[in-house]
């Protein structure tokens, strides 16, 4: 029978790096968070929570009209990324099986990583996590299996789920992906460099 895996996309942060919300920033004809959204929907992903910080209208606004399952309003976005994963466990339907965890400012990551993700679970036996490998560096999205939310729920502060995967380390399945790291849009140095690499791809010069 097949499993009832969730997402969750992380998006409800503050872009003080970025100096403005850097998730409705363009990158191929749209905001950078409706890739993450798309990307999601395209997936063999059940459905699919993304959180965001009430402040940000605009984003608001901007997920409001994609074709996600729930859009959830954290207000306690100022406490730190774990009151985003713990606003979008308890907004998931009591049958979920897994939540797949992904951040909203990493436009790169695709279906086919999220899918690579759900193999490895569905064909290792449902093991507690499952987290995507790009040439050997770990990453995002990271597979949740529900016996682990009591844990998560247990998180504090700015930590995200970090301590939860060091506490399980040896529980951890990995999904090899034969592609680069697919950063996250922090800065303006980092846009600038994602914008680069689309006009690479586009096969024009960098000037």
């Known amino acids: ?35 993450v959204i798309d990307e999601s929907m395209e997936s063999r992903l059940s459905g699919v929570v993304v959180v965001v910080n009430p402040e940000v209208a605009e984003l608001r606004n901007e997920v409001s009209r994609s074709c996600v399952s729930k859009l959830v309003l954290n ?42 993700v759900i193999k490895c679970y569905e064909s290792n036996g449902g093991p507690l996590i499952v987290q995507a490998s790009y040439q050997s560096k770990r990453g995002h999205p990271v597979l949740f299996d529900c016996s682990m939310f009591p844990h998560l729920f247990n998180l504090t502060g700015d930590e995200g789920a970090r301590s939860v995967l060091k506490m399980f380390s040896n529980k951890i399945c990995f999904a090899r992906i034969d592609k680069p790291f697919p950063s996250d849009i922090d800065t303006p140095e980092d846009y600038e460099q994602l914008l680069r690499k689309e006009v ?6 960098d000037w």
Not at 9 to 21: E, N, V, W
Not at 80 to 106: E, I, R
């Open 200 to 205: 690479k791809l586009n096969g024009q010069s």
């Open 75 to 116: 207000e306690q976005a100022g406490q730190g990324m774990s009151t985003s994963l713990k606003a979008g466990l308890m907004n998931l339907p009591l049958t979920a099986d897994a939540a797949v965890v992904l951040l909203g400012d990493q436009p790169l990551v695709s279906s086919e990583d999220i899918d690579a």
């Open 1 to 35: 029978m097949r499993k009832n895996l969730w997402g969750i996309i992380l998006a409800s942060g503050f872009s003080k790096r970025m100096g403005k919300p850097k998730l409705l920033l363009p990158y191929k004809g749209k905001p950078i968070i409706r890739h």
